[in-house]
């Protein structure tokens, strides 16, 4: 039956509900069902108490959903909307009904639920099903409208075309939804067949054409077919934009690998643009044609000259799509052409730095720059890039990008930009210091050269010495480091009161909130135990030369310079000093002499620190005692850091701006390592919680915002494909805003914690070493001389591996700390759910890139929402610079959290993977 009233075959649906009256189950289908029927038969009573049913029974089993979360909500949801739109259905029925009662200008209500429904769509990523029930029914109402107003075309042609218009539009969207799941014919089946009329308005022609030629360029087979359909398009019946669109699509036909027609493609586009030489896509489908042949022949005699082409058209059709709508002569933003113009960003860029040798790339992005046609808020996302380029030749191309960027929108780029030239500040005096060395050498062999000829400029030895000279340059350091101060100063005088402001900012965030010595020496200890731990030796040989050079290393280091510190913090500096210079510096005769002895050395240490830093250390600091420069700061102007990283378009009216940072400074501790989280209250009433983290060498920062710009741009993909997005699969991308160079601001909220905190806990509870396992592997592998004994098969290997499993670390330890933790069984299966979805993309993730190194303290999650993120995500290199795996298994699903997900989560979360890869690699 559910099929019946779909095939518009009422009379069988009719007879099966009479036959099956009172054997139904009283549900919101069978309702549905009935309320189809009845209106079919302008039976508004029976009707209007069907719906009424329906919406009791959807209310009943709306109450029985959880509290929590909203996907279950949203079938319901659905189900609403049919209700709402049926009850809608019986007052057109009853306007359009008694037409002859009445006179031709009190349709009002007929209008305004027509007008209603084309607002009132699903969501473009809901089912194609559920798209097809509204859609449907609505157009079985559309017919009776046609019907009734079809003899009224004299008397008031307003009213003759409200069915016809309403249908037009429903039918193509259909078409276009269909082929947005990826389904091309359907999209032509549904918009050849489904509207069944011979008028339809320009515009929903113009669409039908639109929708039809895009479903056909998705199927390979039929290209000749689609190609036919638009040469046999009349199109005298269109304007100049749409014949200009209907070119293009022409083009794209004439350039598929089917047709292979590239001359007649660059042919069409060239009319199109005669046409309508404000059309952006096909300015860009030019530049992708041109940039495809320059691909296909880079070394050629025309490949400058296609590469030129290329970039002109980006360059216009960035421009057109990104104009205001004023500007452009278009009533409403094309957002599929600002799409796929802000897409073509990226090759733009790459073409400037690796193909750009004549410089025709550079011109043309020079001559947009300074006629300041293209928007500044499309570089938001490629800050990173464009500072990038100031080391290489480009520099002199992409600096009026970011003088641009600061003079319009300065906090957009100081954060990244301060970062960049502090960075670089040491490196390039030394670089000064060495070219200013070189060119007085070459001055003064210049100078014994002209003595030694008598003052004869032409002499051999004179003209090598200018040649040398002349080819001597700065550095690109130096050359990066005064870019990057030039446009620091251009931002500082066209902002003085808002630089001086940040700077004052991120000088009392750098300075005052980083860890105490003795947190930093906790941290310390506990890296040396874990390399103590990753040596290939047996504890029983001696410690390693490299390993007592770093020990005195820390001994210097940490008790040298620091005893004031500590002793101004009453840590009891001397006992503190005497007693770890005696237990761990190589020059004292209580040194260890074996590895084992060293590492229950600093295994003792780390324990007396820990204990020591929890009875001094409060779990939170007063802003006031910490840095009351910071407190009575005025950040009236300041914006939040990191609100451009998304690269959308920013204005004043959507600016989030600082009004205030919380008088609680929160200690966080993880993995022996202490953090200080500041709190900032925004204008938006939302608090954001920052993390200062302290100790990052400028390599490791740079990769991890790169990779939040990686997953950022995948969540673009991810969003675009209807599978993905119902299933709400994105990667989690805080924000990480650079402040120094070791330093930097990362978003996190309180209720992060590690994937190994669960383990400590569970060590914590049952007084267990949480290094048990790793003392007793080694133990297993062993060797009488101190080595690892050899295991060709693994089988030593997996022996101590079956002992930890069995002795030491059960499998349901992360789920008993999950069941702890959440309040009730609605937040355990809505963070299982998430968790799940998370675990699974950042497996894909980890496959896709090699990454390795995945140790249960890298893995972060949220207990309130289960989002995941996964510390120092950085690739490894070989020899050749390419990225390779030092891991056999290409992602962690450990035992624990296969015990957590259950055998039917780790299917679910495997199929998860289906839409993101297909998402990722269609795109």
Same mark, same amino acid.
Request: proline share 5%; glycine share 6%; with cysteine.
């Given at each position: 039956?559910?099929?019946?009233?779909?095939?518009?075959?009422?009379?069988?649906?009719?007879?099966?509900?009479?036959?099956?009256?009172?054997?139904?189950?009283?549900?919101?289908?069978?309702?549905?069902?009935?309320?189809?029927?009845?209106?079919?038969?302008?039976?508004?009573?029976?009707?209007?108490?069907?719906?009424?049913?329906?919406?009791?029974?959807?209310?009943?089993?709306?109450?029985?959903?959880?509290?929590?979360?909203?996907?279950?909500?949203?079938?319901?949801?659905?189900?609403?909307?049919?209700?709402?739109?049926?009850?809608?259905?019986?007052?057109?029925?009853?306007?359009?009904?008694?037409?002859?009662?009445?006179?031709?200008?009190?349709?009002?209500?007929?209008?305004?639920?027509?007008?209603?429904?084309?607002?009132?769509?699903?969501?473009?990523?809901?089912?194609?099903?559920?798209?097809?029930?509204?859609?449907?029914?609505?157009?079985?109402?559309?017919?009776?409208?046609?019907?009734?107003?079809?003899?009224?075309?004299?008397?008031?042609?307003?009213?003759?075309?409200?069915?016809?218009?309403?249908?037009?539009?429903?039918?193509?969207?259909?078409?276009?939804?269909?082929?947005?799941?990826?389904?091309?014919?359907?999209?032509?089946?549904?918009?050849?067949?489904?509207?069944?009329?011979?008028?339809?308005?320009?515009?929903?022609?113009?669409?039908?054409?639109?929708?039809?030629?895009?479903?056909?360029?998705?199927?390979?087979?039929?290209?000749?077919?689609?190609?036919?359909?638009?040469?046999?398009?009349?199109?005298?019946?269109?304007?100049?934009?749409?014949?200009?669109?209907?070119?293009?699509?022409?083009?794209?036909?004439?350039?598929?690998?089917?047709?292979?027609?590239?001359?007649?493609?660059?042919?069409?586009?060239?009319?199109?643009?005669?046409?309508?030489?404000?059309?952006?896509?096909?300015?860009?489908?030019?530049?992708?044609?041109?940039?495809?042949?320059?691909?296909?022949?880079?070394?050629?005699?025309?490949?400058?000259? *296609?590469?030129? !082409?290329?970039? %002109?058209?980006?360059?216009?059709?960035?421009?057109? $799509?990104? #104009?205001?709508? =004023? @500007?452009? /002569?278009?009533?409403?933003?094309?957002?599929?052409?600002?799409?796929?113009?802000?897409?073509?960003?990226?090759?733009?860029?790459?073409?400037?730095?690796?193909?750009?040798?004549?410089?025709?790339?550079?011109?043309?992005?020079?001559?947009?720059?300074?006629?300041?046609?293209?928007?500044?808020?499309?570089?938001?996302?490629?800050?990173?890039?464009?500072?990038?380029?100031?080391?290489?030749?480009?520099?002199?191309?992409?600096?009026?990008?970011?003088?641009?960027?600061?003079?319009?929108?300065?906090?957009?780029?100081?954060?990244?930009?301060?970062?960049?030239?502090?960075?670089?500040?040491?490196?390039?005096?030394?670089? *000064?210091?060495? !070219?200013?060395? %070189?060119?007085?050498?070459?001055?003064?062999?210049? $100078?014994? #050269?002209?003595? =030694? @000829?008598? /003052?004869?400029?032409?002499?051999?030895?004179?003209?090598?010495?200018?040649?040398?000279?002349?080819?001597?340059?700065?550095?690109?350091?130096?050359?990066?480091?005064?870019?990057?101060?030039?446009?620091?100063?251009?931002?500082?005088?066209?902002?003085?009161?808002?630089?001086?402001?940040?700077?004052?900012?991120?000088?009392?965030?750098?300075?005052?909130?980083?860890?105490?010595?003795?947190?930093?020496?906790?941290?310390?200890?506990?890296?040396?135990?874990?390399?103590?731990?990753?040596?290939?030796?047996?504890?029983?040989?001696?410690?390693?030369?490299?390993?007592?050079?770093?020990?005195?290393?820390?001994?210097?280091?940490?008790?040298?310079?620091?005893?004031?510190?500590?002793?101004?913090?009453?840590?009891?500096?001397?006992?503190?000093?005497?007693?770890?210079?005696?237990?761990?510096?190589?020059?004292?005769?209580?040194?260890?002499?074996?590895?084992?002895?060293?590492?229950?050395?600093?295994?003792?240490?780390?324990?007396?620190?820990?204990?020591?830093?929890?009875?001094?250390?409060?779990?939170?600091?007063?802003?006031?005692?910490?840095?009351?420069?910071?407190?009575?700061?005025?950040?009236?102007?300041?914006?939040?850091?990191?609100?451009?990283?998304?690269?959308?378009?920013?204005?004043?009216?959507?600016?989030?701006?600082?009004?205030?940072?919380?008088?609680?400074?929160?200690?966080?501790?993880?993995?022996?390592?202490?953090?200080?989280?500041?709190?900032?209250?925004?204008?938006?009433?939302?608090?954001?919680?920052?993390?200062?983290?302290?100790?990052?060498?400028?390599?490791?920062?740079?990769?991890?915002?790169?990779?939040?710009?990686?997953?950022?741009?995948?969540?673009?993909?991810?969003?675009?494909?209807?599978?993905?997005?119902?299933?709400?699969?994105?990667?989690?991308?805080?924000?990480?805003?650079?402040?120094?160079?070791?330093?930097?601001?990362?978003?996190?909220?309180?209720?992060?914690?590690?994937?190994?905190?669960?383990?400590?806990?569970?060590?914590?509870?049952?007084?267990?070493?949480?290094?048990m396992p790793i003392a007793h592997f080694k133990k297993r592998l062993a060797a009488p001389d101190g080595n690892y004994d050899k295991d060709p098969d693994g089988s030593l290997r997996l022996g101590a591996f079956n002992e930890i499993c069995d002795k030491v670390v059960s499998e349901n330890i992360f789920s008993q700390y999950v069941y702890k933790t959440l309040p009730t069984c609605n937040h355990l299966w809505l963070f299982k759910k998430h968790f799940c979805s998370q675990?699974?993309?950042?497996?894909?993730?980890?496959?896709?890139?090699?990454?390795?190194?995945?140790?249960?303290?890298?893995?972060l999650f949220a207990k309130d929402s289960g989002r995941l993120f996964q510390l120092d995500l950085l690739p490894l290199y070989n020899d050749k610079g390419m990225v390779e795996r030092i891991e056999v298994v290409p992602y962690r699903l450990t035992r624990n959290l296969a015990t957590f997900f259950t055998a039917f989560g780790v299917e679910v979360g495997l199929l998860l993977l289906g839409p993101g890869v297909s998402a990722v690699g269609c795109c």
């Amino acid at each position: 039956m559910d099929c019946l009233w779909r095939l518009h075959d009422w009379e069988t649906l009719s007879a099966m509900l009479a036959q099956s009256q009172g054997q139904m189950e009283p549900a919101v289908s069978s309702c549905l069902l009935s309320a189809y029927a009845a209106l079919r038969e302008v039976n508004q009573e029976a009707a209007n108490t069907h719906i009424d049913k329906g919406f009791q029974y959807a209310l009943a089993k709306w109450w029985q959903l959880p509290d929590t979360g909203s996907a279950p909500q949203l079938a319901l949801l659905q189900v609403f909307q049919q209700l709402v739109e049926l009850r809608e259905s019986g007052r057109v029925l009853t306007d359009v009904m008694n037409q002859q009662q009445r006179s031709d200008q009190q349709y009002s209500d007929t209008k305004d639920i027509l007008e209603t429904w084309r607002l009132r769509t699903p969501n473009e990523w809901d089912g194609l099903v559920h798209w097809q029930d509204v859609l449907l029914w609505r157009n079985h109402i559309y017919n009776v409208v046609i019907g009734a107003f079809n003899s009224m075309q004299e008397i008031a042609p307003h009213l003759h075309q409200m069915g016809y218009r309403d249908k037009a539009w429903s039918v193509n969207k259909l078409g276009h939804i269909a082929y947005k799941h990826g389904c091309p014919d359907v999209c032509i089946t549904v918009i050849n067949n489904m509207y069944g009329y011979n008028a339809m308005e320009v515009q929903e022609a113009f669409v039908k054409i639109k929708e039809q030629a895009r479903a056909y360029l998705a199927l390979p087979l039929d290209l000749r077919a689609g190609l036919n359909m638009l040469n046999t398009t009349n199109l005298d019946y269109f304007a100049a934009h749409h014949q200009a669109e209907i070119f293009r699509l022409k083009a794209l036909f004439m350039a598929e690998p089917g047709m292979n027609d590239l001359d007649g493609a660059s042919s069409a586009l060239s009319t199109a643009l005669c046409l309508w030489r404000q059309c952006p896509d096909a300015w860009l489908s030019w530049g992708q044609l041109c940039d495809a042949r320059y691909e296909a022949d880079p070394a050629g005699p025309a490949s400058q000259q *296609l590469l030129q !082409y290329a970039a %002109h058209c980006y360059v216009q059709g960035i421009k057109l $799509s990104t #104009a205001p709508l =004023a @500007a452009s /002569g278009m009533k409403a933003r094309n957002e599929e052409a600002l799409q796929a113009s802000i897409d073509l960003l990226p090759r733009l860029l790459h073409l400037l730095s690796f193909d750009d040798r004549d410089g025709v790339v550079g011109e043309e992005l020079a001559r947009a720059v300074e006629e300041r046609s293209l928007p500044p808020w499309i570089w938001f996302m490629w800050i990173p890039q464009l500072l990038t380029s100031l080391t290489r030749p480009e520099t002199h191309r992409v600096k009026p990008i970011l003088k641009q960027l600061a003079e319009l929108h300065p906090q957009s780029i100081y954060y990244s930009l301060r970062t960049f030239v502090l960075g670089l500040r040491e490196a390039a005096q030394r670089a *000064l210091q060495e !070219y200013s060395k %070189h060119r007085a050498g070459l001055e003064a062999a210049i $100078s014994a #050269a002209l003595a =030694a @000829a008598a /003052g004869d400029e032409q002499s051999e030895s004179v003209r090598n010495a200018r040649a040398m000279l002349a080819a001597l340059s700065p550095s690109a350091d130096t050359t990066a480091f005064d870019g990057g101060k030039e446009v620091m100063e251009r931002l500082r005088s066209q902002h003085p009161v808002l630089g001086s402001t940040m700077e004052g900012l991120l000088a009392e965030v750098g300075s005052k909130f980083v860890p105490r010595p003795l947190e930093r020496l906790l941290a310390v200890v506990t890296a040396l135990l874990h390399r103590c731990y990753k040596l290939p030796v047996a504890n029983s040989s001696a410690v390693p030369d490299h390993m007592r050079r770093e020990m005195a290393g820390v001994c210097r280091a940490c008790f040298a310079s620091d005893t004031s510190k500590l002793q101004a913090r009453n840590m009891q500096p001397v006992e503190l000093r005497e007693g770890f210079l005696h237990d761990l510096n190589p020059e004292s005769p209580g040194f260890p002499h074996t590895l084992g002895e060293l590492a229950e050395r600093l295994k003792a240490w780390r324990n007396r620190l820990t204990t020591e830093l929890e009875a001094a250390m409060p779990h939170s600091l007063r802003l006031e005692e910490e840095c009351r420069a910071l407190q009575d700061i005025q950040l009236s102007e300041v914006e939040l850091p990191g609100q451009y990283l998304s690269g959308h378009e920013v204005t004043p009216d959507t600016s989030i701006y600082l009004e205030a940072i919380s008088s609680n400074v929160a200690i966080v501790r993880r993995s022996a390592s202490s953090f200080r989280r500041l709190s900032l209250i925004c204008s938006d009433g939302i608090t954001r919680h920052m993390l200062v983290q302290t100790g990052q060498n400028s390599t490791q920062g740079a990769a991890d915002e790169r990779m939040m710009q990686l997953l950022r741009l995948l969540n673009r993909l991810l969003e675009r494909s209807p599978e993905s997005r119902r299933r709400l699969l994105a990667w989690h991308t805080p924000i990480i805003v650079p402040v120094w160079p070791q330093v930097r601001l990362f978003e996190e909220e309180p209720s992060y914690c590690s994937y190994g905190e669960a383990y400590d806990i569970n060590c914590a509870r049952f007084g267990r070493e949480p290094d048990m396992p790793i003392a007793h592997f080694k133990k297993r592998l062993a060797a009488p001389d101190g080595n690892y004994d050899k295991d060709p098969d693994g089988s030593l290997r997996l022996g101590a591996f079956n002992e930890i499993c069995d002795k030491v670390v059960s499998e349901n330890i992360f789920s008993q700390y999950v069941y702890k933790t959440l309040p009730t069984c609605n937040h355990l299966w809505l963070f299982k759910k998430h968790f799940c979805s998370q675990m699974a993309l950042s497996g894909l993730l980890c496959y896709m890139l090699l990454l390795s190194g995945r140790s249960p303290s890298k893995i972060l999650f949220a207990k309130d929402s289960g989002r995941l993120f996964q510390l120092d995500l950085l690739p490894l290199y070989n020899d050749k610079g390419m990225v390779e795996r030092i891991e056999v298994v290409p992602y962690r699903l450990t035992r624990n959290l296969a015990t957590f997900f259950t055998a039917f989560g780790v299917e679910v979360g495997l199929l998860l993977l289906g839409p993101g890869v297909s998402a990722v690699g269609c795109c």
